[in-house]
């Protein structure tokens, strides 16, 4: 009788973890990693994977993609977990029932929401647990202003509900309410601090941006960690701190030295995505950024904005509608290597920030695949991680290939690891770990999304496994799989 239900035989097995990179079986039981060595027995499903990387599955920190086209996109790019940490949800409850109920491809978990819990406290918003409330509301200045007291007060109370409830941590953003009180960001990590939470965040301005501002974003978020001794997350470095580098990685390396938990995460695009109505892009703050109305593509209807009143008008008819925001130039030499900075910073993880599915015209049926050309999103939802392995190594960026791994699997399950001790088992490719497999080409692997056709899925992924079931085999994505699990604290 077989011992394994799945051997994938003959691979170039990478385990970020043992640093293993060599010929090898992997051998799957259920939903585990059996065994990996060479010459196991069979299995009832014996493949051969010769010439093809077997690696731990991707685990993105930083996903607001909770439609099943946009998850069904980022499997097929390698993601096995797709975590929302940096705007979380609120109440978590709902945000965990919701996806349960309607079954994921990939595994799932949220952080709490501050953004949430403000609107509730601040602007009276009905919290749903879903992303999509937050969006609607992002643009409203009510939630943004600085808080009292007790409003404080009010807002730490549901974030620690929240914890209670099983947030795997408590998401900022911060970059989003440019009038919050730098004390309250402040109690929050201390919140944070005490219950060995871990906090993501989204800067507030650098002072290059907004020299009036209350406090340079980059220093609040090291110096915050000094003082609370909280693990602080700097989400999307890429495009918070565009070409200011140097100062910022710097920043963070001299924090990290003097014994602070400062994580960092980028993206390799230089244009950003986001809700049209955000307070960054209000008209008389794009030049901070050397912006114009011409930088921002509207998604709903792919056009390029033409002038300061049609930016006014987007706004105040729909914020919560997703833009392009070219900020890094994607093609300069010199803006590609400030993304490389900060993708090979040490320690820094890969995360893609993928937005959910707009819909150009009648959204059609939600299960529909492959997608239909009415969808579109940032490029960064399918393509982030092919990405970065092909630019990272294959061409030119010189690094070698078990590194890139580990910063798209093992760093962020460590990144987690306190808080979520179920994390300890996926980033690895051992006896024991969770049979989250991405198999692939090493010399094919690419991504195909653009910004003008942003949901073609990566190619050169052969196989993905997540709980030890098929989601893509032969480069096919099975429709009907959702093996997807909750990760909670």
């Not at 900022?172 to 919050?180: D, H, K, S």
């Not at 406090?215 to 700097?234: F, N, P, S, W």
Request: glycine fraction near 12%; proline fraction near 7%.
């Amino acid at each position: 009788m077989a011992t394994y239900d799945v051997v994938l035989r003959g691979g170039r097995v990478i385990d970020p973890e043992s640093g293993l990179d060599a010929v090898r079986d992997v051998a799957i039981a259920g939903d585990r990693v059996a065994a990996v060595g060479a010459g196991l027995p069979p299995g009832r499903r014996d493949m051969d994977v010769a010439g093809q990387v077997v690696t731990a599955g991707f685990v993105d920190l930083h996903s607001h993609a909770h439609d099943l086209g946009s998850a069904r996109l980022q499997v097929t790019g390698g993601v096995t977990t797709a975590l929302e940490l940096e705007a979380g949800v609120t109440p978590v409850a709902a945000g965990y029932a919701a996806a349960a109920a309607a079954g994921r491809p990939l595994n799932y978990g949220f952080a709490a929401s501050w953004t949430m819990a403000r609107m509730t406290v601040l602007s009276g918003v009905t919290p749903d647990g879903a992303v999509a409330s937050m969006f609607a509301n992002l643009a409203d200045p009510r939630w943004q202003r600085a808080a009292s007291a007790t409003e404080v007060g009010r807002v730490l109370g549901i974030l620690e509900a929240d914890v209670a409830d099983g947030a795997l941590g408590i998401g900022l953003l911060l970059g989003y309410a440019p009038g919050t009180a730098p004390e309250e960001y402040v109690r929050v990590a201390a919140l944070a601090s005490a219950g060995r939470v871990p906090t993501f965040t989204h800067a507030r301005d650098l002072i290059e941006f907004t020299p009036d501002g209350p406090v340079d974003g980059a220093e609040e978020i090291v110096r915050t960690a000094g003082e609370t001794g909280a693990h602080m997350h700097y989400c999307h470095l890429n495009s918070t701190s565009l070409r200011h580098a140097d100062r910022v990685l710097g920043l963070v390396e001299r924090a990290q030295r003097a014994g602070a938990r400062v994580s960092t995460e980028a993206y390799p695009y230089g244009a950003g995505m986001t809700g049209i109505g955000a307070a960054f892009l209000a008209p008389d703050r794009l030049a901070d950024r050397g912006l114009t109305p011409m930088s921002i593509i509207y998604a709903p209807t792919g056009e390029e904005v033409s002038s300061v009143a049609r930016l006014n008008e987007l706004r105040a008819a729909d914020p919560g509608g997703l833009a392009i925001i070219r900020q890094l130039d994607d093609d300069d030499p010199a803006d590609q290597a400030v993304l490389r900075r900060y993708l090979t910073f040490p320690g820094s993880v890969i995360a893609s920030d993928a937005m959910p599915l707009t819909w150009i015209g009648a959204e059609p049926e939600p299960a529909a695949w492959p997608l239909p050309p009415a969808a579109c999103t940032h490029p960064r939802a399918a393509g982030a991680f092919a990405r970065s392995i092909r630019t990272l190594g294959r061409d030119g960026g010189g690094m070698p290939l078990p590194e890139i791994l580990a910063k798209c699997s093992l760093h962020p399950a460590r990144l987690l690891e306190d808080r979520v001790p179920a994390m300890r088992r996926k980033g690895r490719v051992s006896a024991g770990s969770d049979a989250d497999i991405v198999v692939f080409d090493p010399e094919n692997i690419t991504d195909q999304a653009t910004y003008t056709a942003s949901t073609r899925p990566s190619t050169g992924i052969r196989h993905v496994l997540v709980n030890g079931t098929f989601v893509v085999r032969d480069g096919r994505l099975d429709p009907g799989a959702r093996p997807g699990r909750p990760i909670r604290a």
